[in-house]
């Protein structure tokens, strides 16, 4: 795979999966754009980049505001050109002090529905306009496997995941006509400091985890659900992502893609 000349924009692309997604393109000669609430950590990932490729950018942005996507949109054609690739990455598992509670309350559904599935919607329209101009593109959303089976305690956050995969369908076929591809990706297990919260809640509410410590509850997941028996990890998502972007996937969309070492089959 050879992305040079091509430009990526990666939402929630500062740490964590984001940050491997970034790393990943740049390194196949892609220019990127790095988009992230977090200011001071997107410029530290762009610092990274421009060691590898020396083409990216570094823009602030809460995908809950429709002018900040739109400013977005513009500020990658003014720093690194018009979008090849869009990577909806950004994503919460819930409204301030999730982790410590036994339920789903009103705000966890509101601000994770905002920001998981409305905020993705506002990035692709903020810049689907860039690709429809030029009819082509490639757009990948991060759903999850939670999306795919529910989750306890978390029902909002596996709803939340749910909506992305029924809204990558919808906007592949919206897109599709002008030769714009639209897939989702399905992380499985990956040990990063939000599964530390989700394994600390799990603890405290599932009596099959109670007394366990987050990690061992983690790797009990792993060796119960995972047939592979290993946890996935950000690269394994950032190879998955660099796939639906290159030309190897350029018939393939509406499709979500499970990168979890065979926990769901169905």
Request: hydrophobic share 40%.
């Amino acid at each position: 795979m050879n992305f040079t000349g091509q430009v990526a924009v990666v939402t929630g692309g500062a740490t964590g999966i984001g940050r491997a997604i970034v790393l990943k393109l740049a390194d196949k000669g892609a220019a990127v754009m790095i988009a992230d609430i977090n200011e001071e950590a997107a410029e530290v990932t762009a610092a990274e980049v421009a060691e590898i490729s020396g083409s990216s950018s570094a823009f602030t942005t809460d995908v809950t505001n429709v002018a900040a996507c739109e400013g977005l949109a513009q500020a990658t054609i003014d720093s690194v050109g018009p979008a090849d690739f869009l990577i909806n990455n950004a994503g919460i598992a819930g409204s301030p002090g999730w982790q410590t509670r036994s339920h789903s309350t009103e705000d966890d559904w509101k601000l994770t529905y905002h920001v998981n599935v409305i905020g993705m919607s506002n990035v692709t329209s903020a810049f689907q306009q860039q690709m429809i101009k030029r009819r082509s593109g490639r757009i990948v959303n991060l759903a999850s496997v939670a999306g795919r089976e529910g989750r306890p305690s978390l029902s909002h956050y596996s709803a939340s995941k749910a909506a992305v995969i029924s809204l990558t369908q919808s906007t592949a076929l919206e897109l599709a006509r002008f030769n714009i591809t639209v897939n989702a990706i399905c992380p499985g297990l990956l040990w990063t400091p939000m599964w530390e919260q989700v394994g600390d809640r799990y603890a405290h509410d599932v009596p099959a985890y109670e007394g366990m410590t987050p990690r061992q509850v983690f790797d009990t997941m792993i060796a119960e659900k995972i047939p592979m028996q290993k946890e996935q990890t950000p690269e394994d998502v950032a190879d998955a992502v660099a796939f639906f972007v290159s030309d190897d996937a350029k018939n393939i969309t509406g499709q979500a893609l499970n990168v979890d070492g065979g926990f769901y089959m169905r």
